[in-house]
């Protein structure tokens, strides 16, 4: 269960555009806010004005997160929700990690912005440290997102968890089923999505589709003619049967708990799938995986989880597993 979330703000409407979001979070999540926000040493003498912004913030969040709290008392018991603010001085991403660890914070809400074109999530690079070395679930929301998908804003929530199989993607199936229990399943709409991607074709191969092939480096072999779009569909008609069991056994899990599920197969690049598939939908939330790359000091996302951010015009949970 999520308890206590983390907002840094910067001061900027760029960073207020998650206000949206830990209102709604707050108040149907039952989640103690901490608005942080990190000064420079050298603006040491804007101090005041600085914890005058934060204390505002407190007072704006926490009436709107207990509105919305009221307004879903009659379907659970909430406890109060507590907003606070604090004022540091240093660099951001090494005392909002910091400020985390010490006080015991298990989701870290953040704002980003895209560069002309949507092509890249950025918050220079603070985001980027905190995701390549904290532990804790972050959820990102990119400033200009679409009215029609901001999480709470409809009565039914709609997540998407992009799954490949792996026990690293399956991660963040508890996150999921977490959020859903505590917004209320009768609210919470979960989506499968499972990409099928065709084969990689050998070098050995010709590279024209849809003739025959025969190995060039065994000419023995040129009675074994492969037709290679044949052979691609009946690998994809095996891959689609395998990803749709796999789906099944996923979807009963979420069932079991009276959670509303449904899987969807795709065929093509996985991450130009998603996307596609995301920004064609009002998806409020997609949940994914991140992993720590062995021996280095640096977030491997996975070029898939990393294009989609790049792509994606929806808020994303990225969950590290290592």
């Avoid at 989640?31 to 007072?59: C, F, G, S």
């Avoid at 999530?121 to 679409?146: C, E, Q």
């Avoid at 709470?152 to 998407?160: A, E, R, V």
Wanted: charged share 25%.
């Amino acid at each position: 269960m999520y308890q206590r979330m983390l907002v840094p703000l910067d001061g900027s409407e760029l960073a207020e555009v998650v206000f949206t979001y830990a209102k709604e979070l707050a108040g149907r999540l039952d989640l103690d806010i901490i608005l942080l926000h990190v000064a420079r040493q050298a603006a040491e003498n804007t101090l005041p004005m600085r914890k005058a912004y934060i204390e505002r913030a407190v007072e704006v969040i926490q009436r709107q997160s207990q509105e919305i709290q009221d307004k879903t008392a009659a379907k659970k018991e909430g406890k109060p929700i507590d907003v606070r603010g604090e004022v540091v001085i240093g660099y951001a991403a090494d005392e909002i990690l910091r400020f985390a660890d010490e006080n015991k914070v298990d989701l870290i809400l953040m704002a980003t912005h895209g560069r002309s074109g949507i092509k890249r999530w950025t918050m220079g690079s603070v985001a980027d440290k905190i995701l390549r070395v904290t532990k804790i679930p972050v959820w990102l929301v990119r400033a200009g997102m679409p009215d029609e998908i901001v999480y709470g804003q409809w009565p039914t929530t709609t997540i998407l968890l992009p799954l490949d199989g792996s026990e690293q993607a399956e991660s963040v199936l508890p996150h999921a089923e977490t959020l859903a229990k505590q917004r209320g399943i009768e609210q919470v709409d979960v989506v499968l999505l499972r990409v099928c991607e065709p084969p990689s074709r050998p070098s050995y191969y010709l590279a024209e589709p849809g003739v025959t092939y025969a190995p060039l480096s065994e000419p023995e072999a040129i009675e074994s003619h492969i037709n290679w779009q044949k052979y691609i569909e009946g690998e994809m008609v095996k891959s689609k049967q395998v990803a749709g069991e796999y789906l099944e056994k996923v979807e009963k899990r979420f069932k079991d708990s009276n959670i509303s599920v449904r899987s969807e197969i795709l065929e093509g690049r996985a991450a130009e799938e998603i996307v596609e598939y995301a920004n064609k939908n009002p998806f409020n939330l997609i949940v994914m995986s991140t992993h720590p790359r062995s021996g280095l000091r640096r977030l491997v996302y996975g070029s898939v989880t990393e294009n989609v951010l790049q792509g994606v015009n929806r808020p994303v949970l990225l969950v590290r597993t290592d």
